[in-house]
C-alpha cells in the first residue's frame, strides 16, 4: 500500500475503508426491516432539515403574529415553546408536524407504528437538548428517535 491508498482512506472515513476491505453494512434501515427506497423507507437528514425549517417558520409566525410584540421575545421565548407544544400534540396524535407532511415525512414507533404521547414527548424533550439529534447511528436514526422507539420514515 502506497501512501496515496492510505491518505485515501483516511479521507474517506472508517466506513468507507471498511467497505473497501469486504464489510457488508447494508441500506439504511435494513436492520430495521424498512425497505430500501420509496414509502415506508428512513428519511433523508435533507428532509428532515426542511420539514424542521417549516416547522420552526410556522411557530415564529404564530409567536410573532399573535403573541410576542417584539420580533426577539417571538424568537427566544415564544416559538421554542409552541414549537414544543406542536411537536408533542401533532406526533403523538397524527405522527407527523405540518412541515413533516409537507416533506412526505412520518415518525412511527418501530414496535408498534404508533407514536404515543408519552414516545412523542420524550422525543421532543431529546430533540430540544440538540445533542442526541446530532448523534446518529448506521440506520440514520438519531439517538432522540433509539430512546425513544422510533423512527422517521417516508410517506
Given at each position: 500500500?502506497?501512501?496515496?491508498?492510505?491518505?485515501?482512506?483516511?479521507?474517506?472515513?472508517?466506513?468507507?475503508?471498511?467497505?473497501?476491505?469486504?464489510?457488508?453494512?447494508?441500506?439504511?434501515?435494513?436492520?430495521?426491516?424498512?425497505?430500501?427506497?420509496?414509502?415506508?423507507?428512513?428519511?433523508?437528514?435533507?428532509?428532515?432539515?426542511?420539514?424542521?425549517?417549516?416547522?420552526?417558520?410556522?411557530?415564529?409566525?404564530?409567536?410573532?403574529?399573535?403573541?410576542?410584540?417584539?420580533?426577539?421575545?417571538?424568537?427566544?421565548?415564544?416559538?421554542?415553546?409552541?414549537?414544543?407544544?406542536?411537536?408533542?400534540?401533532?406526533?403523538?396524535t397524527l405522527?407527523?408536524?405540518?412541515g413533516k407532511?409537507?416533506?412526505?415525512?412520518?415518525?412511527?414507533?418501530?414496535?408498534?407504528?404508533?407514536?404515543?404521547?408519552?414516545?412523542?414527548?420524550?422525543?421532543?424533550?431529546?430533540?430540544?437538548?440538540?445533542?442526541?439529534?446530532?448523534?446518529?447511528?448506521?440506520?440514520?436514526?438519531?439517538?432522540?428517535?433509539?430512546?425513544?422507539?422510533?423512527?422517521?420514515?417516508?410517506?
Open positions: 500500500m502506497d501512501k496515496r491508498e492510505a491518505i485515501g482512506s483516511w479521507l474517506s472515513g472508517p466506513r468507507a475503508a471498511a467497505e473497501e476491505a469486504g464489510v457488508d453494512f447494508g441500506y439504511r434501515g435494513e436492520q430495521l426491516g424498512l425497505p430500501e427506497e420509496g414509502q415506508g423507507s428512513i428519511a433523508r437528514p435533507g428532509r428532515r432539515l426542511g420539514a424542521l425549517a417549516v416547522d420552526w417558520g410556522l411557530c415564529l409566525l404564530i409567536a410573532y403574529g399573535l403573541i410576542a410584540d417584539s420580533y426577539n421575545d417571538a424568537a427566544q421565548v415564544w416559538a421554542p415553546i409552541i414549537l414544543f407544544v406542536l411537536f408533542v400534540l401533532t406526533v403523538g405522527g407527523f408536524t405540518p407532511r409537507l416533506f412526505g415525512l412520518r415518525v412511527v414507533a418501530v414496535e408498534t407504528g404508533r407514536v404515543s404521547f408519552a414516545r412523542a414527548l420524550v422525543r421532543t424533550v431529546l430533540l430540544f437538548l440538540a445533542i442526541p439529534a446530532l448523534i446518529w447511528d448506521r440506520d440514520g436514526r438519531g439517538l432522540h428517535d433509539r430512546l425513544a422507539g422510533t423512527v422517521e420514515v417516508r410517506i
